[in-house]
Nanobody, 122 residues
Framework: QVQLVESGGGLVKPGGSLRLSCAAS????????VGWFRQVPEKERTFVAA????????YYADSVKGRFTISRDKTDNTAWLEMSSLKPDDTAVYYC???????????????WGQGTQVTVSS
């Protein structure tokens, strides 16, 4: 069992930046792929980005490519999502997830955090 806790969300103006963190409860976090997803009310949770076990490979949704960067610490139980050039359409609850394989499908992830709200508005 892995417990995940996201932090770093908040209110930011269009064009601004935020850094989300995902802290895991166990050192076995290192054996999992880490993904970030987001969800707005009454819509499906959608894929944002994912990173492999050692951080060597990353995968992004087209909508965030070039603006968001996912990373993880190989020795710590933490992963991050650096978000820049934020747009109002990026407003959502952002979730961290851990799973066994690199995938854009939420069904591939076994563990989820509670989410952190990101609001992009002037």
């Amino acid at each position: 069992q892995v417990q995940l806790v996201e932090s770093g969300g908040g209110l930011v103006k269009p064009g601004g930046s935020l850094r989300l963190s995902c802290a895991a409860s166990r050192r076995t976090f290192g054996v999992y792929v880490v993904g970030w997803f987001r969800q707005v009310p009454e819509k499906e949770r959608t894929f944002v980005a994912a990173v492999t076990l050692g951080g060597g490979a990353t995968y992004y949704a087209d909508s965030v490519k070039g603006r968001f960067t996912i990373s993880r610490d190989k020795t710590d139980n933490t992963a991050w999502l650096e978000m820049s050039s934020l747009k109002p359409d990026d407003t959502a609850v952002y979730y961290c997830a851990a799973g066994a394989r690199l995938s854009s499908s939420k069904n591939a992830y076994d563990y989820w955090g509670q989410g952190t709200q990101v609001t992009v508005s002037s």
